[in-house]
């Protein structure tokens, strides 16, 4: 809410406001109608992120991100305790990659208590787990911001499993690019439907790549930045 009031206080000492999603252009205008607002997403270099092989076993899921920060570390404290036990019910040897840099006492002695979780602090590449896992979560119940790395993983063809809230803001559709849930059943359900089935799998990260391809490419993204600054010249050469 602060945010937003200070980002209102300033909009009319700028010619246009770029913001990184629909949704946040969408909550401006409900107080800034006459403002010139434009939507252009963070974008990722598509040409260096690509599709990772199949992974050689379907029981490995990751979890990345700093591990410091707060809505990162509820969502791994999440995943282990209520997700991760329901999914070993009907898939006993899953696995869990825990990937970030400095995480909390709690998540550390996940990975001491759990015998099934692995915390690796910081790493040198992310590449290597995102090859051996099928699925990540990103089960965020907190925080704000566009999760670049839920683009990240489409992008190198590792299907996602969110909340409502991890996946905010950005351009997916649940079921199609991205698998959507709230509750530790909903989540835990996805996850087996998507370890246990190779061609459901193999749709997902399709259809998340291609949604990676169409929206976030630095080229598109490029290309909407460059649109949204020659109209502003445009219309300031205009008004002289």
């Given at each position: 809410l602060l945010q937003k009031r200070s980002t209102l206080k300033y909009l009319g000492c700028f010619d246009k406001t770029i913001v990184a999603s629909e949704l946040d252009r969408s909550i401006l205008l409900q107080d800034a109608a006459n403002a010139d607002i434009v939507?252009?997403?963070?974008?990722?270099?598509?040409?260096?992120?690509?599709?990772?092989?199949?992974?050689?076993?379907?029981?490995?899921?990751?979890?990345?991100?700093?591990?410091?920060?707060?809505?990162?570390?509820?969502?791994?404290?999440?995943?282990?305790?209520?997700?991760?036990?329901?999914?070993k019910w009907q898939i006993p040897d899953v696995r869990v990659s825990i990937v970030g840099s400095a995480?909390?006492?709690?998540?550390?002695?996940?990975?001491?208590?759990?015998?099934?979780?692995?915390?690796?602090?910081?790493?040198?590449?992310?590449?290597?787990?995102?090859?051996?896992?099928?699925?990540t979560l990103a089960p965020l119940r907190a925080g704000s911001g566009t999760r670049l790395k839920i683009v990240?993983?489409?992008?190198?063809?590792?299907?996602?499993?969110?909340t409502t809230l991890g996946c905010e803001g950005l351009e997916v559709t649940p079921n199609r690019d991205i698998m959507v849930g709230d509750t530790a059943r909903e989540l835990a359900a996805h996850t087996v439907r998507l370890m246990t089935s190779p061609e459901l799998w193999r749709q997902m990260a399709d259809n998340a790549r291609r949604q990676v391809e169409t929206v976030y490419d630095w080229k598109v993204a490029g290309s909407q930045l460059d649109r949204a600054l020659r109209e502003t010249c445009e219309v300031r050469h205009r008004d002289r």
């Open positions: 939507s252009v997403p963070s974008g990722i270099d598509t040409e260096s992120l690509r599709p990772l092989h199949k992974p050689d076993t379907f029981r490995n899921l990751m979890l990345v991100g700093a591990m410091h920060y707060r809505p990162n570390a509820d969502a791994a404290l999440f995943s282990c305790r209520e997700i991760l036990p329901l999914i995480p909390t006492s709690e998540i550390i002695q996940l990975g001491e208590e759990m015998e099934e979780v692995t915390v690796t602090g910081y790493v040198e590449s992310v590449l290597p787990y995102y090859q051996r896992c099928c699925v990240e993983s489409m992008a190198l063809g590792r299907p996602v499993i969110s």
